[in-house]
């Protein structure tokens, strides 16, 4: 049984997000994956367990998400900014939230992940009502065609540290033309997609040979953790772990 044929049949199946999966079966949107309504699952469950917002970062958020996105929506964005993005985070956007519930302070919503993207790839640490005024705001390629992906399964420590190296002798000297091109390059089909407490960033792979995987990233050009997960079981870990800890704290 599909998720979405699950939840038609139980008139008693009730969890965090319902209104998003009734909206998506009201408007003929494509079927709802089993990892969507597990995440709508184990959300609804841990809100309920932790009740009072105990773990980092949920008061931000409180388990819950933001409406979904349409797909068309996602296609826009990926054609201004040269990228497709990753099958399951795409399910979440069209099918759990755009954005919300997540580790730390949660998931961007499109608009601030366009954002914080921008800032990624270009360097610019601009506020918002400066940065939309850029006339390659909204058009700037996440994805450049023809630079290969940098973070990818084989970088090293001394490759990537070279790489910063060379990204501080840029600034340092005022070539900032040389300097925002190299950066562009270095984050190279991977975008910035969680709102962080600690300075502590997730990325995700968009491209190469790890797209669909996550990164964790500590401040700006911080070496790249690499955590081998996809982003589904990233966020569906982050939701178990809450679970775990509240049962454990009972």
Known sequence: MTGLEFIKSDESFS?????????????????????AVELLRLASTAKELDYEFSVH?????????????????????????????????????????????????GLFPL????????YVHS????????????????????????????INSELTDMQWNDLCNELHSLRTKGNYEEYVKKRHEIYNGVIHINSSIDNCGILLICDGDM????????????????????????????????????????
């Open 15 to 35: 969890i965090t997000g319902l209104e998003t999966i009734r909206h998506i079966i009201e408007t003929d949107l494509p079927p709802v994956s089993e990892f």
């Open 211 to 250: 797209s669909g995987e996550v990164i964790e990233m500590t401040g700006d050009l911080g070496r790249p953790n690499f955590l081998g997960i996809s982003f589904e079981e990233w966020i569906l870990g982050y939701f178990k772990s809450v679970i775990r800890r509240a049962e454990h704290n009972k």
């Open 111 to 118: 608009d601030m992940l366009e954002f914080h993207n921008y």
């Open 57 to 105: 970062g949920s008061q931000v958020h409180k388990y819950e998400f933001a409406p979904v996105v349409l797909s068309s929506v996602i296609n826009d964005f990926e054609y201004r900014h040269n990228i497709r993005l990753p099958k399951a985070y795409r399910e979440f956007l069209t099918q759990v939230g755009n954005g919300g519930a997540g580790p730390d302070n």
């Open 123 to 150: 360097g610019s640490n601009i506020h918002l009502s400066e940065a939309i005024e850029q006339p390659d705001y909204f058009t700037m390629p996440y994805k450049i065609d023809d630079k290969p992906v940098i």
